[in-house]
T-cell receptor, first 111, second 116 residues
Framework: LAKTTQPISMDSYEGQEVNITCSHN???????ITWYQQFPSQGPRFIIQ???TKVTNEVASLFIPADRKSSTLSLPRVSLSDTAVYYC????????????FGAGTRLAVHP | DTGVSQDPRHKITKRGQNVTFRCDPI?????LYWYRQTLGQGPEFLTY????????KSRLLSDRFSAERPKGSFSTLEIQRTEQGDSAMYLC??????????????FGPGTRLTVL
């Protein structure tokens, strides 16, 4: 399974765009990239998944360069309620089997 | 509420006691997963089921741990002879393994275990 590296923590302010980058240098050809969000005392929640280029949904965008060795989760106009831990996961099944979580990025959004 | 539910939400026990947790997945989901999470860390995979079959167990799942999903619906996770190191949040998730379906895992709120 590809190892991922992401910042331990980030700070932002309400209304700003937040970009969290994840490195996965050893990503395999068939691996998917998935991001989960976790609030305190809750289970993680799926945000977005992609394989290449750009994926956008109502919550976030995921940018994946051509070499796929990194990916960037973009959260537009964050609010206080976006304060959470964000996990980047890479695996061939895209989540069909076990998920391997790292320590994640703790995002703190300030007023 | 049609999400994943877990019971109890909190459990405090003394070292050496046995505990059992229950997970009710989303009704049509055929896959069910158990994870454990300690403070400041991401969830760690323990085991997962497809219907009633247990397909994979992590090395984290020692002999004191056992999980069942007898009818392919709810699941139980039992820890025998609890140790202080078992203190953690135990998370359950479910998904639908079906061609063309989203492989998103839906997590429950977790059971927080404290072993004194």
């Amino acid at each position: 399974l590809a190892k991922t590296t992401q910042p331990i923590s980030m700070d932002s302010y309400e209304g700003q765009e937040v970009n969290i980058t994840c490195s996965h240098n050893n990503i395999a050809t068939n691996d998917y990239i998935t991001w989960y969000q976790q609030f305190p005392s809750q289970g993680p929640r799926f945000i977005i998944q992609g394989y290449k280029t750009k994926v956008t949904n109502e919550v976030a965008s995921l940018f994946i360069p051509a070499d796929r060795k990194s990916s960037t989760l973009s959260l537009p106009r964050v609010s206080l309620s976006d304060t959470a831990v964000y996990y980047c996961l890479v695996d061939v099944t895209g989540g069909y089997n076990k998920l391997i979580f790292g320590a994640g990025t703790r995002l703190a959004v300030h007023p | 509420d049609t999400g994943v539910s877990q019971d109890p939400r909190h459990k405090i026990t003394k070292r050496g006691q046995n505990v059992t947790f229950r997970c009710d997945p989303i009704s049509e989901h055929n896959r069910l997963y158990w994870y454990r999470q300690t403070l400041g860390q991401g969830p760690e995979f323990l085991t997962y089921f497809q219907n009633e079959a247990q397909l994979e167990k992590s090395r984290l799942l020692s002999d004191r741990f056992s999980a069942e999903r007898p009818k392919g619906s709810f699941s139980t996770l039992e820890i025998q002879r609890t140790e202080q190191g078992d203190s953690a949040m135990y998370l359950c998730a479910s998904s639908l393994e079906l061609a063309g379906a989203s492989n998103e895992q839906f997590f429950g709120p977790g059971t927080r275990l404290t072993v004194l």
